[in-house]
C-alpha cells in the first residue's frame, strides 16, 4: 500500500483511540472519583473555579510541583488535596514540603541529604520554633535577609497555606465532617466551628437562596447557620 493511502487511515485511527479513551470512564482512585471531585466550583480568592485549579496551584506553592511520588504511585493534586482534606493522617506522611537550606533543616533535626521533600508530620513538632524564627524575620526588607531567614519564612508561609487547607471543610482531631453535620448543637462544637468559619483557605459551599451570587459559606458558616442541607 503507498504510504499516502496509509496516512489518512492512520490519522483516522489515531483519532478514534483518543475518542473511545476519553469516552472510557476513568477508574476511581483508592474510592475516590478524581475526575468530578475536580470539577466541583469552589470560591477562592474572591474567582469562582474548578477545585482541581485550587489543588494543582497549592501543590505547586508547597511542593513546587503539582505530582509527587509517594510508597511507589504518583499522586496527582486532586488526590493530594481530597487526603489533605479528608484523610489527614495520610496528607500528613507524603512528602511534600521541598527544604534545602541546612540551617532549616537543622532546626527540624534533619541534615542535608540526598532528599530534599519532608512530611508535615516530621515538621509539627517544630511548627512553634520556626514560627518564632519566621515572626522574627519578616520585618526584615527581604532583600536584607540572610538566607536562612528566607528560607525560614517561606517555609512557615508554607505550613501556613497546607494547615489552612486542612482546616477547610473539618478540623483535624475532630468528629469529621459527617460528625459534624450528626452533631451542630453539641457543647464541644463552637470552637471547632469557629475555626472552619474563620481558618479555612477556600468557600466550597454555594451562596443560600435570596444571597446574592459571590456569597459562597465556609463550612464553618453552614453548619452554624443550618445551609449546609442539600449543598
Do not use: C
Not at 470512564?25 to 466541583?40: E, I, K, T, Y
Not at 474572591?46 to 505530582?67: C, E, F, H, Y
Amino acid at each position: 500500500m503507498k504510504l499516502a493511502k496509509v496516512i489518512p487511515w492512520a490519522a483516522g485511527l489515531a483519532a478514534l483511540g483518543v475518542a473511545l479513551a476519553g469516552a472510557i470512564p476513568s477508574r476511581p482512585v483508592r474510592g475516590f472519583d478524581l475526575d468530578a471531585f475536580g470539577r466541583l466550583p469552589v470560591l477562592e480568592g474572591g474567582r469562582l473555579k474548578p477545585i482541581d485549579s485550587v489543588a494543582r496551584n497549592t501543590l505547586l506553592m508547597i511542593r513546587s510541583q503539582q505530582s509527587f511520588r509517594h510508597e511507589g504511585r504518583t499522586v496527582g493534586a486532586d488526590e493530594w488535596l481530597l487526603d489533605v482534606l479528608f484523610r489527614p493522617d495520610v496528607a500528613n506522611a507524603e512528602p511534600i514540603f521541598v527544604i534545602n537550606d541546612p540551617d532549616v533543616l537543622a532546626l527540624l533535626g534533619e541534615r542535608i541529604s540526598a532528599n530534599r521533600y519532608y512530611p508535615y508530620r516530621v515538621i509539627a513538632p517544630h511548627a512553634a520554633e520556626i514560627q518564632r524564627q519566621a515572626v522574627a524575620a519578616e520585618p526584615i526588607d527581604p532583600k536584607k535577609r540572610t538566607r536562612f531567614q528566607g528560607a525560614v519564612v517561606n517555609l512557615f508561609e508554607r505550613i501556613d497555606l497546607y494547615e489552612r487547607l486542612q482546616n477547610t471543610v473539618q478540623v483535624p482531631g475532630g468528629p469529621g465532617l459527617a460528625g459534624e453535620l450528626a452533631g451542630r448543637g453539641a457543647a464541644d462544637a463552637g470552637e471547632r466551628l469557629a475555626t472552619l468559619a474563620s481558618a479555612g483557605f477556600f468557600r466550597p459551599i454555594p451562596p443560600p437562596p435570596g444571597t446574592p451570587p459571590d456569597r459562597w459559606l465556609t463550612v464553618g458558616e453552614g453548619l452554624r447557620g443550618g445551609a449546609a442541607g442539600p449543598a
